[in-house]
């Protein structure tokens, strides 16, 4: 409530007929619930520059779990007056509270005096003592029995004996049971919060009423939760890129199947194929009573029609072929190569699982025409040459002699000075073509009187088709 509502003597819950009498003046703007659920995820989201933890206490609250985050913005104080700063810029006034209890927290932002306040464990008991019961987050209909009982305060609440509050409100809920909100208040009690999780993945969710150890029986259930977990995708437009299936047995047990994809997919039969064929290495115990199937990695994948009948997207066979030989022979024995921020050619390739996503390509690629075929390691080779820095004229590799016919270069390549010791040569390279038609990669290492070691060494790189 506002500092002008409070001044006119207006009341939370207060009907509009009421409130209009007192203030004729009054502004009124419709409830858009669901635009205002929408800006405080947002700010939950926004908020976590602060602590890796939020979640949403609907309808106007965030809770931050700032355990040991404190330090980064220079203490418990500089946090907090930061924190009232960047809302205040948002346009928003925010009473901010810590304590070590989510209650204790609640109660100080929502009912303490003070507009920042910080309580520790030693202090908790008598900061909220003066407030109201209703500061225990208890429902009105409890807070109006505590207030006839003379029990106005969470002081007066607490000098009461445990025995005999246990025993009124035994069979009380949570938010109507004071003993249970004020043990919470003051961590007598565990109160378990769910974080905010910024892009929920897709989850398809099964439980049995027998238990179910049979393959046939577990297969058929697979293929209705694919198709159950393929439709939730394509209504986010998304697609899959790895999967976890969790089967849950009846003595406590898990086991779980996975798979990852070569790319994003939808495909309810393709991701029966990749789980059916590991589910015959579970351990079904007395069987399985609950199934959960979660695209646990998903990216954009919009709707598009490749052909103008409805068919396989392009690329869609060699990309499910990489998914069936991974998932039979591991991710680790399909790779394929990818480029890598390196000038020096044989550091520009390096081998990648075939499931890694494709990496953004690199600028760091020459773009001279480069061999089909480039060796392991630049083998040595005798060159004949007019002068050491001069174009080859005749090598020998592998003990037999070419004679040089066609000749381009030199395309020069300098030491990666960030990565090689100092004593590293530079290189050119040269595109040769001997008399029987055959072009080969050679470069030569260093130049004469480069000062790091004696003449230049010939290599042979590469060879084109």
């Not at 998914?323 to 990648?352: C, F, N």
């Not at 001279?368 to 040459?385: A, F, K, N």
């Amino acid at each position: 409530m506002t500092p002008g509502a409070r001044k006119s003597a207006l009341r939370c819950a207060q009907r509009l007929t009421d409130a209009r009498a007192i203030c004729p003046d009054l502004t009124v703007a419709p409830l858009d619930a669901e635009h205002d659920a929408r800006q405080l995820r947002e700010l939950a989201l926004w908020s976590r520059r602060w602590c890796p933890w939020t979640a949403l206490d609907p309808p106007d609250a965030l809770l931050l779990d700032v355990t040991g985050a404190a330090h980064l913005s220079g203490g418990e104080a500089a946090m907090l007056d930061d924190m009232a700063r960047r809302f205040s810029g948002l346009g928003h006034a925010a009473r901010i509270a810590l304590a070590p209890t989510l209650g204790a927290a609640w109660a100080l932002s929502h009912h303490g005096r003070q507009r920042i306040v910080i309580a520790h464990s030693g202090n908790v008991a008598a900061m909220l003592a003066p407030l109201g019961v209703a500061s225990l987050r208890l429902d009105p209909d409890m807070v109006l029995l505590l207030e006839r009982l003379g029990l106005k305060t969470v002081g007066a609440l607490a000098a009461v004996p445990r025995l005999p509050l246990a025993r009124r409100f035994a069979r009380e809920a949570v938010d109507s049971n004071p003993l249970t909100r004020l043990d919470q208040a003051m961590g007598r009690l565990e109160e378990p919060v769910a974080a905010l999780v910024a892009d929920p993945p897709p989850r398809i969710v099964r439980r049995l009423t027998e238990p179910v150890a049979h393959l046939p029986i577990l297969t058929a259930l697979i293929v209705e939760m694919a198709e159950a977990l393929c439709c939730a995708l394509e209504l986010g437009q998304r697609g899959a890129r790895a999967i976890r299936v969790d089967h849950f047995r009846v003595d406590g047990g898990t086991q779980t199947v996975a798979a990852e994809t070569a790319q994003a997919t939808r495909d309810p039969k393709h991701i029966v194929r990749l789980i059916a064929e590991r589910l015959a290495g579970l351990d079904a115990g007395f069987g399985f009573d609950a199934v959960v199937m979660t695209a646990v990695r998903h990216e954009n994948m919009a709707i598009a029609q490749s052909h103008l009948i409805d068919g396989a997207a392009e690329g869609a066979g060699l990309s499910r072929l990489i998914d069936r030989l991974s998932a039979k022979l591991g991710h680790r024995s399909v790779r394929r190569p990818a480029a890598a921020q390196s000038y020096i050619p044989e550091r520009s390739i390096a081998w990648q699982s075939a499931l890694s996503p494709s990496p953004a390509k690199t600028s760091s690629t020459s773009r001279q025409q480069r061999p089909i075929r480039l060796l392991d390691r630049p083998e040595e080779i005798s060159v004949l040459y007019a002068t050491p820095a001069g174009a080859p004229r005749r090598f020998i590799w592998r003990k037999l002699p070419h004679i040089i016919a066609k000749l381009e270069g030199p395309e020069r390549i300098a030491p990666e000075w960030w990565r090689e010791r100092s004593t590293a040569r530079l290189r050119d390279y040269y595109r040769v073509e001997d008399e029987a038609g055959r072009r080969y990669w050679l470069y030569r290492e260093g130049i004469d009187g480069d000062g790091r070691g004696g003449l230049p060494r010939w290599y042979l790189h590469g060879l084109f088709a």
